[in-house]
Structures are given as C-alpha cells and as structure tokens.
C-alpha cells in the first residue's frame, strides 16, 4: 500500500508561482503513471497533468504553458510547478500514481489564487 502526501499549497497572487510536491511512503519507481488533479466545491475532480512511460504528457488546455508535471523516483515525489497563477485556478490539488491508472490518491493540498 501507498501513501501519497501532498504540500506546497497555500495562498498567492495571481501571476505568482508555486510548487506543488507529492510524497510517496513507498517507492514510486515501479509505477507507470502519475497525475496531478485538481477540484472544487460542487465540481467534479478534473485531470491537470498526466504522464505515463513512453507517452506523451497531458496538460489540461488551462494550463498548458504555465504547469509542468516531472517527478524524481530517487525522492518518491511528484511536483507540480504552477506559473503565472490565475484566480480561476484555485481548487483542491490532488496527485495520484498508478500503472496506467490512478489505483492511489493523496488527500490534498489547497491552492487559492487571489486576483
């Protein structure tokens, strides 16, 4: 079983930058897939950025050219670095690693992008 933890939320003007870091209790070397996905009240969760072994990376239109998605299996960790912050942003963000699909999730980290 793996245990996912995320941080690096937290509040910041629009047009700011953070990073997001997702760390795993186990190794997250064998797993072929990881994502980062966001949501909030009343929505449905919704993919932000995904990449798979081999495979072409996949960013939600909103945020192509401001996130990138990358992980270092030597820290157990993804990342999620957020540039040029938008109001419209702000969610709940949450990472997932899996073989091909999300089989564990963290529980979170709050983003809130004030305008």
């Known amino acids: 079983q793996v245990q996912l933890v995320e941080s690096g939320g937290g509040l910041v003007q629009a047009g700011g930058s953070l990073r997001l870091s997702c760390t795993a209790s186990?190794?997250?070397?064998?797993?072929?897939?990881m994502g980062w996905f966001r949501q909030v009240p009343g929505k449905q969760r919704v993919m932000v950025a995904y990449t798979q072994t081999g495979r072409m990376t996949n960013y939600a239109d909103s945020v192509k050219g401001r996130f990138t998605i990358s992980r270092d299996n030597a820290k157990n960790t993804v990342y999620l670095q957020m540039n040029s912050l938008k109001p419209e942003d702000t969610a709940v963000y949450y990472c997932?690693?899996?073989?091909?699909?999300?089989?564990?999730w963290g529980k979170g980290t709050p983003v809130t992008v004030s305008s």
């Open positions: 997932a690693v899996g073989d091909g699909g999300m089989d564990y």
């Open positions: 186990g190794s997250i070397f064998s797993f072929n897939a």
